[in-house]
């Protein structure tokens, strides 16, 4: 099982959330790619590099991967 969670660091520089995570085979199908300077619509955001982006409202809860470990599934060890 391989997959990304995805974190914020909010403006006070001193914390970071974690906002979710997706499989990566998810993360394959859905992701958008953007080349380095595209401005986003919505939030003024401009890529400093060519990166791939998913929608937070297509990551999972992060709970999820600790109520997983919690139901013996080893696979996850490595992950939490």
């Known amino acids: 099982m391989e997959g990304y969670i995805f974190n914020c660091l909010l403006d006070d520089e001193n914390t970071i959330i974690s ?10 199908e859905k992701a958008l790619f953007h080349p380095k300077g595209e401005k986003v619509d ?23 991967l ?7 599934i080893t696979i996850l060890d490595e992950w939490l």
């Open 19 to 28: 906002v979710g995570f997706i499989l990566r085979e998810e993360f394959l």
């Open 42 to 64: 919505f939030n003024n955001f401009i890529f400093p590099y060519d990166a791939y982006d998913v929608s937070v409202k297509e990551l999972r809860d992060i709970q999820y």
């Open 66 to 72: 600790f109520d997983l470990k919690k139901s013996n």
